[in-house]
């Protein structure tokens, strides 16, 4: 599977960003979808998850309430919808695909897309 993230860019705190991510390759709907983030020096940390059908979604408790994970698999698209954004979100955005239901750990994830930054000002 072959991911393309986009949608990135730079907004004031409380704005909103979606992003995309566009799979090839494989059947998309056959694989669990992710999202990750990458801040300078620091480690690539789970943000939100989703199951094949779209049916489960999980997140982490910083973003609860403020993002959502979403994906249509008749295009081959996961997306994050990010509001209130703060600067603390500011990082490198990476989905991800894998086989394992629930997973947050990177570890469990076989595929990868490039990365977009999300920069968000206070």
């Known amino acids: 599977v072959q991911l393309q993230a986009s949608g990135g860019g730079m907004v004031q705190a409380g704005g909103s960003l979606r992003l995309s991510c566009v799979a090839s390759?494989?059947?998309?709907?056959?694989?669990?979808a992710g999202w990750f983030r990458q801040a300078p020096g620091k480690e690539r940390d789970f943000v939100a998850g989703i199951s094949w059908g779209g049916g489960s979604t999980y997140y982490v408790d910083s973003v609860k309430g403020r993002f959502t994970i979403s994906r249509d698999n008749a295009k081959n698209t996961v997306y994050l919808q990010m509001n209130s954004l703060k600067p603390e979100d500011t990082a490198v955005y990476y989905c991800?695909?894998?086989?394992?239901?629930?997973?947050?750990?990177?570890?469990?994830?076989?595929?990868w897309g490039q990365g977009t930054q999300v920069t968000v000002s206070s």
């Open positions: 390759g494989q059947t998309f709907s056959s694989y669990v």
């Open positions: 991800a695909a894998g086989r394992i239901a629930g997973a947050t750990s990177r570890a469990r994830y076989n595929y």
